[in-house]
């Protein structure tokens, strides 16, 4: 007989918890730890109750904790300390950013909340088999996912790319320091060009300056 998985959930919306929790207690390989998490004693949480999975959500409201963490702090913790739990984030902001940017804190599942039960179980079978998992909804909005859940690919990325590839070679460019003049010269173009393609980057990045625009790439993920 196969020890059943022992799984808690991170979760500060109680009924979204209890729901959640009740669900996935039917299922005959799940065991649902109920202690409420106190990051403060995560040693103790972690051995006394043998934890394999948590269920983790991203904007936790804990201003009454003494932690305070979001979800992204908390993953990073526990996988940096306990590489063998795995972590299965459950969340509302279901873009390519914030699965990228919990799957760099360790996670290595992501289910929307927008999702059904079906695919927390899903998650769980997979991610429990040392597996990536992600919803189908954050694969449709994904041109590399297959590649992703393969581990071929470090990051997802999104069907629609902000820049054009030109955009993005003179992104690379200002990203190394390279002066507009420098960049006209290396693709042999006049200093206006490079001008305007600068302009249409600050644009679709919403940002005033070079240091704003590498900052917002990079949060993006958008240069590696």
Known sequence: MHEKLKVAYIEDHKSVKEGINYLLSK???????????????????????????????????????????????????ITRKYPDVRIIAHSMYDNIDSVNAIFGKG??????????????????????????????????????????LKNSDEFLKGIEEPFTRAEKQILEKIAKGFSTKEIAQQFEVSEKTIETHRKHLFVKANVKNAAELIAFTYSRRLLM
């Open 27 to 77: 299922q005959p390989e799940i065991e649902i730890v109920e202690d409420d998490f106190d990051l403060t004693l995560m040693d103790e949480f972690i051995s006394t109750h043998r934890i394999s999975i948590f269920i983790l959500d991203l904007q936790l409201y804990t201003v009454k904790q003494p932690w305070a963490l979001n979800g992204y702090e908390i993953c990073e913790r």
């Open 107 to 148: 996670a290595m599942g992501f289910v929307s909340k927008k999702s059904g039960c079906s695919e927390l179980i899903n998650a769980i079978e997979q991610v429990a088999a040392g597996k990536r998992y992600i919803c189908p909804e954050i694969e449709l909005k994904s041109k590399n996912a297959r590649n992703f």
